[in-house]
């Protein structure tokens, strides 16, 4: 199963294909979005993405301002929930510019519509459709996405099984270029989520809808996460991107900055190389291994021609001499008759025996 975005194909037999999350990291500042996007693709990203939201369309002030406090990552917050979604919210208008910044520098644009009207005003600018875990209990949002016949990237945090198989069915009737990430929505940064993230979650995934590609969409530090998804048969990555941890803002805390970016693509790179084929061999650079390290069978004393071979006579030793008799062989040489004269240490040939 393969599938294109732009010029780049993703599959398992592709290179991992890696989204910078840039999400609300802009600050409110277009310019500031514009650096990033070239921060991103100096580090090793394949596309920057956006999230295009707008606070009366994603969020209820009266629900959240009901529940009387502020949960998760957000009780941290120190303007409520409305507040920080509108701060955060990317002007329509700025689309033709991010989509022009990221064709500049040679990456792809992306962004996280979460309303019908973001549907339809990216799918000119895009070459895939990102649905963040939130959509997942919303059919209707997929699939208006899938009807775009773009892929599509499904987020699966915050849900179950049901919810996925449910979302799944629902887009592939429609569109079968689906990208299936595994996801864990807890925002925090803290060393427990690895405990929750359960990346052995794609090989569910794998099974139960075996013409899908594999993600993960991933908020934990460090690199950890990533190398296992990849070696778990991910290719699609998507973590948060920033210049500064430092920075004020609900998403740069557990952003990865652009040294840490480049250390998680190169080391992907290196895992890639080593995962290699499925299939075993001898690999190219073993090939004078097969002959230093490995056995032949060797005579144990002087023979003279004319004997009959014991085996006290053969002894399997180094070097594996090319063409020599493999001490697997041992049993059918017992009881043959050896045509000349063999010096101790020598390789046994099948063109040295004859029937005893």
């Avoid at 956006?50 to 969020?59: E, L, S, T």
């Avoid at 139960?208 to 908020?219: A, C, K, M, T, W």
């Avoid at 003279?304 to 071979?309: D, N, S, W």
Wanted: proline share 4%; with cysteine.
């Amino acid at each position: 199963m393969e599938i294109q975005i732009n010029s780049r194909k993703i599959g398992s037999s592709y290179p991992t294909y890696f989204i910078a999350d840039i999400a609300a990291n802009h600050d409110g500042d277009l310019g500031r979005a514009k650096m990033l996007i070239r921060l991103a693709k100096d580090a090793g990203a394949d596309a920057a993405k956006f999230q295009n939201f707008r606070a009366p369309k994603i969020v209820s002030d009266y629900g959240f301002t009901s529940l009387g406090t502020q949960l998760s990552h957000q009780a941290t917050w120190k303007k409520s929930v409305y507040e920080v979604y509108q701060d955060a919210s990317i002007p329509f208008d700025w689309t033709p510019t991010l989509k022009e910044t990221c064709d500049q520098v040679g990456i792809d644009y992306f962004s996280s519509p979460y309303d019908f009207e973001a549907i339809d005003m990216l799918e000119p600018y895009m070459p895939a459709y990102k649905a963040g875990s939130g959509l997942i209990t919303w059919i209707e949002a997929l699939e208006y996405m899938a009807q775009k016949n773009k892929p599509l990237l499904i987020a699966t945090g915050a849900s179950d099984l049901s919810d996925v198989i449910r979302a799944v069915r629902a887009v592939s009737k429609i569109n079968k270029k689906i990208v299936l990430m595994q996801c864990n929505t807890n925002y925090t940064g803290s060393s427990e989520n690895f405990d929750h993230l359960h990346i052995n979650v794609l090989k569910t995934y794998a099974t139960l809808f075996p013409n899908v590609i594999l993600g993960l969409s991933d908020h934990t530090h460090g690199h950890a996460a990533v190398l296992g998804a990849v070696t778990l048969g991910a290719r699609v990555v998507e973590k948060h991107f920033t210049d500064d941890n430092e920075r004020e803002g609900p998403d740069h805390k557990f952003a990865m900055n652009p040294d840490s970016w480049a250390e998680m693509v190169a080391r992907t790179r290196e895992l890639e190389r080593a995962l290699g084929s499925t299939d075993k061999f001898v690999a190219e650079n073993e090939k004078d291994t097969v002959i230093v390290q490995r056995r032949c069978l060797r005579a144990a004393r002087d023979i003279k021609a004319g004997e009959i071979l014991t085996r006290e006579m053969l002894e399997p030793l180094r070097p594996n001499t090319p063409g020599a008799i493999q001490p697997y062989e041992l049993s059918a040489v017992i009881g043959l008759k050896v045509l000349r004269d063999m010096p101790f240490g020598k390789e046994m040939r099948w063109t040295d025996l004859g029937a005893g």
